[in-house]
């Protein structure tokens, strides 16, 4: 019997004129994950693409779980392939859901035909198969409100198809169709999470982080490369920018007031930030920021902090509780590695009693003991660009 996936297409079909390049997008997506799963011909139609394997060996399994990772993708079917004849939708509907169907007691058929000219209408195509399911499995008990299983035959242009039901996929829009983002990755919760929901809009992931290394270790350098490595199965192929962070650290402990501290670090990442997404051709900047979560996340700190930007500042999880973003963190697979131990810059000098109502002009004055220009200079001359994915 021949399988295939049926993925659901979004938004998609709502974007009018650019619906092509969206569409185009999403193929091209589809056949980069794909590719090292095995061999499929991916194809469009309407709102369904199909993702059909040209040989035994692709491993389906992964492929079902690669595309439920793919945005712009709302639903995936993983069906049997049928003749356009109510025989054959039967036959195979009985073997192919054979080992589903033992685990249930209750199930209902739906139906759904695109193809008009198929002689049978849908409800005709449901009882009749659903008639036939229970002749040959007797266990079965036909129930139309939430049964525990929902059989559902699709007639289609060339083909028909079976399947045990839909599950669901990443939705969105495609990777590529929203422009660039610059995501600041920590080794924290957050920031894995606001660069998922971004990507989810259609954008294209890079990411930077800064390392103060030996305050902050190699183990956790690596973890912010777990972390994006994570991120790729959803947003495809993205580079790390790790950029030497400790020098402006320790000036920083030096030279300016303590309350100041964690705010002066910020900006100074945040033109950091800016000044690496220019050179990677991003178009904005992307945080894990939630509103009052810490001090420099109060809204007059948040002011402060962007205004050393003229890149738009996306900060997705700014309106979330903490548990929200941890259940995205646990649903996208980043919150294991974001709970390993390490620690982060920003924990390494945190002042006793931080500023929660800074003031620009107070932060400017402390960063006039800076040489910001030099220090900024002096942190991109040490770039290191990791490919990944
Ligand atoms: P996260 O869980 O993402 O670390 P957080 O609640 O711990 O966030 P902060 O540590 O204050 O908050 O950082 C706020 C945001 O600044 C982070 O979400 C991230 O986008 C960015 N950021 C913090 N530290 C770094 C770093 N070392 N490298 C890159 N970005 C960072
Ligand atoms: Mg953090």
Same mark, same amino acid.
């Given at each position: 019997m021949k399988e295939i996936l049926l993925c659901k297409c979004g938004e998609l079909v709502l974007k009018g004129l650019n619906r092509h390049k969206f569409e185009d997008r999403l193929q091209k997506t589809l056949y980069w994950r794909l590719k090292k799963i095995g061999n499929f011909r991916i194809h469009g139609c309407q709102s369904t693409v199909y993702v059909e394997p040209q040989d035994g060996e692709a491993d389906m399994d992964a492929a079902l779980e690669a595309c439920r990772k793919i945005f712009g993708i709302v639903a995936v079917a993983r069906a049997v392939v049928c003749e356009k004849n109510i025989e054959d939708i039967k036959a195979k509907a009985a073997e192919y859901l054979r080992e589903p169907l033992s685990r249930v007691r209750t199930y209902k058929v739906e139906t759904r035909r695109s193809d008009k000219r198929f002689p049978m209408t849908s409800p005709e195509i449901s009882r009749e198969v659903g008639g036939y399911l229970s002749d040959v499995y007797e266990h079965l008990q036909a129930q139309m409100d939430e049964p525990q299983l929902t059989v559902k035959v699709e007639v289609r242009e060339e083909y028909a198809y079976v399947s045990a039901g839909v599950l669901p996929g990443a939705g969105g829009l495609p990777t590529g169709t929203s422009g660039r983002g610059m995501l600041l990755l920590s080794g924290g919760i957050d920031s894995p999470v606001a660069g998922w929901m971004m990507a989810k809009r259609g954008m294209e992931l890079e990411c930077v982080h800064f390392f103060s290394y030996p305050f902050t270790s190699l183990e956790a350098k690596q973890k912010v490369m777990d972390l994006a490595e994570i991120l790729t199965h959803w947003a495809g192929r993205t580079t790390v920018t790790v950029v030497p962070f400790t020098h402006i650290q320790t000036e920083i402990r030096d030279k300016c007031r303590e309350d100041y501290f964690t705010l002066i670090m910020r900006r100074m990442m945040m033109r950091l930030a800016q000044r690496v997404a220019e050179k990677r051709d991003c178009q904005c900047l992307i945080t894990g920021e939630s509103l /009052?979560? +810490? /001090?420099?996340?109060?809204v007059q700190a948040l002011g402060v902090t962007g205004a050393v930007c003229d890149m738009p500042v996306l900060r997705p999880a700014i309106g979330m509780d903490k548990e929200e973003i941890v259940t995205i963190a646990r649903r996208i697979g980043t919150m294991d590695v974001s709970i390993l131990p390490y620690e982060d $810059? $920003? !924990? +390494?000098? !945190?002042?006793k009693h931080p500023q929660t109502k800074p003031a620009r002009d107070k932060a400017e004055d402390e960063e006039s003991k800076l040489d910001v220009d030099a220090l900024i200079d002096e942190a991109m001359q040490g770039l290191e660009v990791v490919t990944i994915g």
């Open positions: /009052a979560q +810490v /001090a420099s996340q109060t $810059c $920003c !924990t +390494v000098f !945190t002042p």
